[in-house]
């Protein structure tokens, strides 16, 4: 089944914890993008990626980094997490950038 | 720039009525235009893209939606609302040539009463 994987689901963490949040898909796709959503505020672009090796800032990208070694994997990294890191995260791919498919989420709490 | 906006944070309709959910936007050049929904605990799932070819563009489960350049707007409407279609629904932008970046709107929430 062509889909988006990223684990985890849900995590919570204390502030300062490194942790890794991992974005996997089986589609090929050229491009990755991570987002965040938080209420009232839609989805905002953290980081995204059009190929391997190449990736470039979103709109929120202070306190993130990512990796793109493989074409298929694309993890978020949170060096030091802070409770206004605590947010709903989706992972996307898509061939072209015509229409994305998105994973299904993982709910990060930072406490 | 480019912006989204949706009109309606909250839309509530009845089971078998219209149902319409508004959004303009804002763009220099001429944008694709996306509708995602996500159903609760759910990820986005695509319904429908504008992409400059027909301005009345059909999507899945009876969704479609009318793009007008001279009113800057590409609502999202279904003749008949189903119980299922409860969800939060977003309008969504891409510059031109820039696929790599999704604008969302903030999202409409749709609620559907029997």
């Known amino acids: 089944e062509a889909q988006v994987t990223q684990n985890p689901r849900y995590l919570i963490t204390v502030t300062g914890k490194k942790l890794t949040v991992t974005c996997s898909q089986n589609?090929?796709?050229?491009?990755m993008s991570w987002y965040r959503q938080d209420p009232g505020l839609g989805l905002r672009q953290i980081y995204y990626?059009?190929?391997?090796?190449?990736?470039d800032k979103g709109d929120v990208p202070e306190g993130y980094k990512v990796s793109r070694k493989e074409k298929r994997n694309f993890p978020l990294i949170l060096e030091s997490p802070s409770p206004n890191q605590t947010s709903l995260y989706f992972c996307?791919?898509?061939?072209?950038?015509?229409?994305?498919?998105f994973g299904s989420g993982t709910r990060l709490t930072v406490v | 720039a480019q912006s989204v906006t949706q009109l309606d944070s909250h839309v509530s309709v009845s089971e078998g009525t219209p149902v319409l959910l508004r959004c303009n936007y804002s763009?220099?050049?001429?944008?694709?235009l996306f509708w995602y929904v996500q159903h609760p605990n759910k990820g986005l799932q695509l319904l429908l893209k504008?992409?400059?070819?027909?301005?009345l563009v059909k999507g899945i489960n009876g969704f479609e939606a009318e793009f007008k350049k001279s009113e800057t707007s590409f609502h999202l409407t279904k003749p008949s609302a189903h119980m299922s279609d409860a969800a939060e629904y977003f309008c969504?932008?891409?510059?031109?040539?820039?696929?790599?970046?999704?604008?969302f709107g903030a999202g409409t929430r749709l609620a559907v009463h029997p």
């Open positions: 990626s059009m190929n391997v090796e190449v990736t």
């Open positions: 589609m090929n796709h050229e491009y």
């Open positions: 969504v932008v891409t510059p031109f040539g820039g696929y790599n970046k999704l604008i």
């Open positions: 996307a791919s898509s061939p072209t950038g015509d229409g994305y498919t």
């Open positions: 504008y992409t400059s070819a027909a301005t």
């Open positions: 763009s220099s050049y001429s944008p694709s």
